[in-house]
């Protein structure tokens, strides 16, 4: 269970999102934050854009954390 935790704290798709929800998160409870609502869509699909494209990519290589060790047909373990 730890590896995971540790893998996850390296994922790209785990800053970017915790990333965009500092961002919601400001501006929600600052209402003074320099950010304006049009610019703040265009930063959270920015955001979702770039965590689909990295989902996708490490799809492609295998690299994802849905899946558990050794639960896929393919492991030897």
């Known amino acids: 269970m730890t590896n995971k935790w540790i893998a996850i704290f390296h994922s790209r798709k ?26 703040l869509v265009y930063s959270v699909v920015v955001i979702a854009s770039y965590i689909l494209g990295t989902a996708i990519e490490d799809a492609g290589k295998g690299d994802y954390l849905s899946v558990a060790p050794g639960s896929r047909k393919n492991d030897e373990h």
């Open 14 to 39: 785990f800053w970017a999102a915790l990333a965009g929800l500092l961002i919601v998160f400001l501006r929600g409870l600052l209402p003074d934050f320099p950010l304006d609502d049009e610019t």
